[in-house]
């Protein structure tokens, strides 16, 4: 994906339904290229096209939440990673910034990682990185383990430091979750 592409993806993601003809002014390109980048980012899916427009899709999959403020995920996992110590067990949530912590800790720290995320263990195995995955029942699309058997697992496992995932935060309301069940955990 070029830096225009996430630039588009970015701005349906804010605004959340925006027409061709605003991302070619936005963007400074021809309708035609914003249509090519926007079939690219439905095929991949990253976004949904209607009649004219594009819009975000509310998703749960890892990918496609990703690349929405990727910036800045990458800079609070280099942060997050900044307080983890080598030698360390380290719990890390479901979530696209967490998996992105997960890689970053998997390829400069020697931790042991404890996740219920089978997108995160998926990501890392290639690292050198030890990965515990916890046991419970699969929500396929989120690719991550829920439920009191995950949280009996998570409780007979000790972890220096914990990382978890939100959905949303608000200066009013604090830190919010679209998923019960997943927020249980």
Do not use: W
């Not at 095929?43 to 096209?49: D, F, G, S, T, V």
């Not at 496609?64 to 403020?69: E, G, L, Q, V, W």
């Amino acid at each position: 994906m070029n830096s225009r592409q996430q630039a588009i993806l970015q701005y349906v993601n804010d605004i959340r339904r925006v027409s061709v003809a605003d991302l070619a002014r936005n963007t400074g390109v021809s309708e035609v290229t914003i249509r090519q980048d926007l079939n690219l980012l439905e095929k991949r899916n990253y976004l949904k096209r209607i009649h004219g427009y594009a819009v975000a899709l509310e998703s749960d999959d890892v990918d496609a939440r990703m690349m929405i403020n990727f910036t800045l995920k990458q800079k609070l996992a280099a942060y997050a990673a900044s307080l983890v110590n080598d030698g360390e067990t380290i719990f890390i949530e479901n979530g696209s910034t967490n998996a992105l912590l997960a890689r970053y800790l998997a390829e400069r720290k020697r931790v042991t990682l404890v996740t219920v995320s089978t997108y995160i263990a998926h990501l890392l195995k290639e690292t050198d990185c030890d990965v515990i995955l916890m046991g419970g029942l699969y929500q396929k699309r989120s690719e991550t383990m829920v439920g009191p058997l995950t949280r009996q697992c998570i409780q007979q496992v000790y972890f220096n430091k914990a990382f978890l995932g939100i959905d949303g935060f608000h200066s009013e309301t604090g830190f919010t979750g679209r998923d019960m069940m997943r927020a249980d955990i």
